[in-house]
C-alpha cells in the first residue's frame, strides 16, 4: 500500500541554530550529521540531527527569523494543554522504545537544568513532557504495542468531530493506490492546499514537466565531498 512509513525529518524554524544544534545534540542526545547552505534559498542555513537511520531532527536558520515574535496561543501553543493557529505545530514527541528509555531520558534532560514533567501514563503510550529552544513544546513518549482502533477511536469523539461512521470506516480503511504512474500535474484549483510562492513563480513551475524540474533543482554532492 501506498503510505508514508515514517517520519524522515521534521524542520524547525530557528533564529540561532548553533542554540538549536547544543540542544538537541547535548540535552536530547541527537547527534549532527548535516549542516549547510539550503538548496535553492540563499542566506538559509540548514542542519540535521540524528534520531536514528531512518529519521532526522531538522534546523532552518534565515537572517529574517529574529524579527518575527513569538506569541504564545498564537505562533506556538507554549504546552501540551493550550492552542495555536490552525496549521501550526502544537507539539511534537519524540519515541524510545521502552519504559527504562522514557526515564533515562527524563534523567539526561534534567542533568542539564531543563525541567521535565512525567512520566505520565496515558494508556496507548507513557510520556515526559518539557520546553525545547524558542518556545518548543516537546515530548519523549514509549508504546508497549501498537495502538488498536477497537480500543482508542471514540464514537463519541468522531460524532463531536463530525465525521460519520461512513467516512470513519474510510478513515481507518484508506483505499490502495494501485496506479496510474506518472500522474499529470492537476489544473490549479485555488481551493486546494498550495505553497507560498509568489503567483507567477508557482503557476509557471506548475507547468514545467517533473523530469526537467528533477534536474534542474536537484542538489545532489554533499558540501565537504565524497570521503575518502
Known amino acids: 500500500m501506498t503510505q508514508p512509513n515514517g517520519i524522515h525529518h521534521l524542520a524547525f524554524m530557528a533564529s540561532d541554530i548553533k542554540k538549536h544544534i547544543a540542544f538537541f545534540s ?4 541527537c547527534p549532527l550529521v548535516a549542516i549547510f547552505d539550503m538548496h535553492g534559498v540563499p542566506g538559509a542555513l540548514h542542519a540535521f540531527l540524528r534520531m536514528n537511520d531512518h529519521g532526522y531532527f531538522s534546523i532552518v536558520q534565515m537572517p529574517q527569523v529574529a524579527d518575527i515574535p513569538i506569541e504564545i ?17 502544537q507539539h511534537v514527541a519524540f519515541r524510545v522504545d521502552t519504559p527504562e528509555q522514557l526515564v533515562a531520558m527524563r534523567d539526561r534532560i534534567r542533568s542539564h537544568g531543563i525541567n521535565v514533567i512525567g512520566p505520565i501514563d496515558h494508556g496507548m503510550c507513557s510520556s515526559i513532557y518539557f520546553a525545547g529552544p524558542d518556545q518548543m513544546t516537546l515530548e519523549v513518549a514509549t508504546s508497549a504495542e501498537p495502538v488498536d482502533p477497537a480500543k482508542w477511536i471514540d464514537l463519541a469523539v468522531l460524532a463531536k468531530a463530525g465525521i460519520s461512521p461512513e467516512e470513519a470506516a474510510r478513515f481507518k480503511a484508506p483505499t490502495a493506490y494501485t496506479g496510474p504512474s506518472p500522474v ?23 507547468k514545467i ?20
Open 26 to 29: 547535548e540535552v536530547m542526545g
Open 209 to 228: 514537466p517533473d523530469e526537467v524540474l528533477t534536474k534542474s533543482a536537484s542538489y545532489t554532492a554533499p558540501p565537504v565531498g565524497e570521503p575518502a
Open 184 to 206: 499529470p500535474q492537476p489544473a490549479y484549483d485555488p481551493a486546494k492546499p498550495h505553497m507560498v510562492y509568489p503567483p507567477e513563480v508557482y503557476q509557471q513551475m506548475l
Open 73 to 89: 496561543g498564537k505562533t506556538h501553543a507554549g504546552s501540551g494543554g493550550l492552542p495555536s493557529a490552525a496549521g501550526t505545530l
